[in-house]
């Protein structure tokens, strides 16, 4: 009788949670949209901010926010992709490897506030960049590393072993196994993980807070070494900060529509990349 019901409560208890996750998902996206749609028009994602930030549009936030989620894939992803490239088909199995990997994941669980911090003190003073973008993408670049670590060493270690030993046997040195096989057998899992960081990269607000993010920019370019606007530092200032919050509260809305879409992009980017790999295989 106990094992009749242990699988039913097992399924039972996953159907209530993902129902409880999906009903939550549902009124939030409910809420925004309901709320949102009213400010959404091209002329809201192609002007700047006019009169206090009252109304107009947003282009400098979502320039700024692209323009730092490059330079967060161009710092994070080539040294995160090396350093699992190297821990899991170079590195030795002893003490130091473990500790290194221990490491990598406690950095993956300190606050991204802390991030912040540390990028205020290295490259805005240390480094004497001041309060720039690119303070601010190396700072999220930092945060992502460990993550984007830990997602590629896992996608390599689904590569069965004998696929490594048959490259081996017919003369490939352990480079070109690596290079010609088993890094494109891992090349959906690495992407897929990579685009998942650099949209949780994108929505971040505390790391950027202290190196470069700024309340209002009319200048919708953006240099690297100016401050720069971004979507999650607009919504909070628009929805806590600003001192008419009443009459740009249906711009805050919109505001996060727009970021909710961009982080949804992104994460639809990361499932077809796996499925058409995954289709290639």
């Given amino acids: 009788m106990r094992k009749k019901l242990t699988p039913l409560l097992e399924w ?48 400098p936030a979502i320039t700024g926010t692209v323009l730092l989620t490059m330079i967060t894939a161009l710092v994070a992803a080539p040294f995160g992709v090396s350093c699992a490239i190297y821990l899991n088909e170079y590195a030795a199995d002893n003490w130091l490897t473990r500790l290194i990997r221990a490491s990598i994941r406690n950095l993956a669980g300190v606050p991204s506030i802390i991030y912040g911090l540390f990028g205020l003190a290295l490259f805005v003073q240390g480094l004497q960049m001041g309060t720039s973008l690119l303070s601010a993408g190396l700072t999220l670049g930092l945060l992502s590393l460990p993550y984007i670590i830990i997602t590629t060493e896992e996608a390599l270690r689904r590569i069965p072993a004998s696929t490594r030993e048959a490259a081996l046997a017919v003369g490939a040195t352990q480079f070109e196994s690596i290079r010609d096989v088993v890094v494109p057998s891992a090349m959906p899992g690495m992407l897929t993980g990579l685009v998942l960081t650099l949209s949780r990269a994108a929505g971040e607000t505390a790391p950027i807070l202290f190196t470069g993010v700024a309340f209002y920019i009319n200048n919708p370019s953006g240099y690297l070494n100016q401050e720069f606007m971004a ?47 995954s289709k290639n295989e």
């Avoid at 930030?53 to 947003?58: A, D, E, P, Y």
């Avoid at 919504?235 to 805050?252: D, F, G, K, N, W």
């Fill in 12 to 59: 039972g208890t996953l159907l209530i949670t993902t129902g409880l996750v999906c009903f939550f998902l549902v009124v939030i996206l409910w809420d925004l949209v309901s709320k949102g749609a009213s400010s959404l028009s091209w002329n809201f994602v192609s002007s700047l901010p006019t009169q206090g930030m009252t109304s107009g549009g947003i282009l």
């Fill in 231 to 277: 979507l999650p530092y607009h919504l909070y200032m628009l929805s806590t900060q600003h001192q008419a919050i009443e009459a740009v509260r249906p711009l805050a809305y919109g505001t996060a529509l727009v970021l909710l879409i961009v982080v949804f992009l992104l994460n639809l980017t990361a499932f077809y990349i796996r499925y058409k790999y």
